[in-house]
């Protein structure tokens, strides 16, 4: 079946170190996005990528960084830039524009 | 600027009885609007979506959605809430080709607690 799969569902870094979170989709979806989602504060775009090689800033972007090598990866860094990086990241991916968001399963960060 | 809002944090309800959450937008056109349920430390699942034409629209689980464009709204209802409804919703705005924008906005949710 068809999905987006990220990995792993647990993370737990110390503070001062990178971490990768893996966000894998075989919907051969063109789009993929990367959300935090902070209790109270829905869901905050981090970044989004329409096409291979392309990706662009959302509205949280600070402390954070992708690629996109490939279409169905856009793995997410969290630097140890990110000021307050413990939070629950949702990757999401859709055909266009106009076409719902599929969303994976979430990794939850927490940073000590 | 687009925006989605959720005015209601938390909402209870017994269950068997009705439900609507609340969702109204700011969109400069033609407004591609969603649905989603999240229940706790999942991802989100979606309920139903409206792009254009009949104003209600039917989703799964049993819900229905109505666009109100003079009311900026695209409330979420259900005529009998299940214990198993319990759990996040969130309204979303789908994003703008027109503007470059291709970001989808969401809000911040509405919380439903079901009681037995």
């Known amino acids: 079946d068809g999905g987006i799969t990220q990995s792993p569902k647990y993370l737990f870094r110390k503070e001062g170190q990178n971490v990768t979170l893996s966000c894998e989709q075989n919907l051969n979806h063109d789009a993929m996005y990367w959300y935090r989602q902070d209790p109270g504060q829905g869901l905050r775009l981090i970044y989004y990528?329409?096409?291979?090689?392309?990706?662009q800033k959302g509205d949280i972007a600070e402390g954070y960084s992708v690629s996109r090598e490939k279409k169905e990866s856009f793995p997410l860094t969290v630097t140890s830039a990110q000021k307050n990086p413990t939070a629950f990241y949702l990757c999401a991916s859709t055909w266009s524009y106009n076409s719902p968001l599929h969303f994976g399963n979430g990794t939850r960060l927490t940073v000590t | 600027a687009q925006s989605v809002t959720q005015p209601d944090i938390h909402i209870t309800v017994s269950e068997g009885a009705s439900l609507e959450l609340r969702c109204n937008y700011s969109?400069?056109?033609?407004?591609?609007l969603f649905w989603y349920v999240q229940s706790p430390g999942q991802g989100l699942q979606l309920l139903l979506k409206?792009?254009?034409?009949?104003?209600l629209v039917q989703g799964i689980k049993g819900f229905e959605a109505e666009f109100k464009r003079s009311q900026s709204s695209f409330n979420l209802r259900k005529p009998s809430v299940h214990w198993s409804d319990a759990a996040e919703y969130f309204c979303?705005?789908?994003?703008?080709?027109?503007?470059?924008?291709?970001?989808?906005?969401f809000g911040t949710g509405t919380r439903l607690k079901v009681l037995a």
């Open positions: 969109y400069g056109a033609t407004p591609y």
């Open positions: 990528s329409q096409i291979v090689n392309d990706f």
């Open positions: 409206y792009f254009s034409g009949d104003t």
């Open positions: 979303a705005v789908g994003a703008n080709r027109a503007s470059g924008t291709y970001k989808y906005i």
